[in-house]
T-cell receptor
């Protein structure tokens, strides 16, 4: 499967724990995007990364959230000290660098906070 | 800066009738435009894209969209709706200098039997 791979598909955490969401982009893609989607709502942009660089993090909450896309390995979205309001579906997308190339999405990670 | 407006939050059509989902955009530069579909509990799937070639773009599942620069629109159409088309549809714009993708709020399409 050469698509965008996200894992885990479902993640359950208790309040105060850490959540780590992983995204492996499509082969050859060096741009990764993270989005959050609450039930019955649209996609909210969080962060846009290129290998080892954060290009746009204007949608990231100021505290507890961080993202990285290392030279080797998947992109990681990390949420520290999770709260009930963090419960959502988190989607990752990847693209080639050119502006006329679309994003390709993974199936998401559904995070539930107990 | 780019922005996207999807004029209808919800559209309901009968099976076999035409579909029209409206999208208007704002962009400082010649944009690339995309339509995505999201079925429940799934990720987004690319339907079609416009990237300054033909203004009428054909996509998957019988959908097409027409880029109209004078109206800054990129409406999505399908001649005959199928039950399986019921989903959320997102219009997306990106400028041609590598700017971020900007999503519209989405339009939920319901297809009635």
């Amino acid at each position: 499967n050469a698509g965008v791979m996200q894992n885990p598909r479902h993640l359950v955490r208790r309040r105060g724990q850490e959540a780590r969401l992983r995204c492996s982009p499509m082969k050859g893609h060096s741009h990764v995007y993270w989005y959050r989607q609450l039930p019955e709502e649209g996609l909210k942009f969080m962060v846009y990364l290129q290998k080892e660089n954060i290009i746009d993090e204007s949608g990231m909450p100021k505290e507890r959230f961080s993202a990285e896309f290392p030279k080797e390995g998947p992109s990681i979205l990390r949420i520290q000290q999770v709260v009930r309001g963090d419960s959502a579906a988190y989607f990752c997308a990847s693209s080639l660098g050119q502006s006329n190339q679309p994003q390709h999405f993974g199936d998401g990670t559904r995070l539930s906070i107990l | 800066a780019q922005s996207v407006t999807q004029l209808d939050s919800h559209v309901s059509v009968s099976e076999g009738t035409p579909v029209l989902l409206r999208c208007n955009y704002s962009s400082s530069y010649s944009p690339s435009l995309f339509w995505y579909v999201q079925h429940p509990n799934k990720g987004l799937q690319l339907l079609l894209k416009y990237t300054s070639a033909a203004t009428l773009v054909k996509g998957i599942n019988g959908f097409e969209a027409e880029f109209k620069k004078s109206e800054t629109s990129f409406h999505l159409t399908k001649p005959s709706a199928h039950m399986s088309d019921a989903a959320e549809y997102f219009c997306v714009v990106r400028g041609n200098y590598g700017q971020n993708f900007v999503f519209g709020p989405g339009t939920r399409l319901s297809v009635l039997p």
